[in-house]
């Protein structure tokens, strides 16, 4: 998946615009990133894993740059 795709996605779950998910976005600055939109970027990565997500991984989805940065970790990106 690419950097765009991820983001597209992520926009889709959280009914948002593609363009509000900026590296510092998060439930701070993007209104539908509350709870049920958290779960919704859950699902997304999850969806894209080989392993399931642990309570753990999510932890440090406060930014759309953090969820970023274990996609590329976890090899969810291409890009």
Do not use: C, H, Y
């Not at 999850?46 to 940065?69: C, Q, W, Y």
């Amino acid at each position: 998946m690419t950097l765009e795709e991820l983001r597209n996605r992520i926009a889709e779950e959280l009914n948002a615009d593609p363009a509000s998910l900026t590296a510092d976005a998060g439930p701070g600055t993007v209104p539908e990133w509350d709870s049920m939109g958290a779960l919704g970027i859950i699902s997304v990565l999850d969806r894209n894993m080989k392993e399931g997500l642990s309570l753990e991984d999510t932890e440090p989805f406060k930014s759309f740059a953090a969820i970023v940065a274990f996609a590329r970790q976890k090899g969810i990106l291409t890009d």
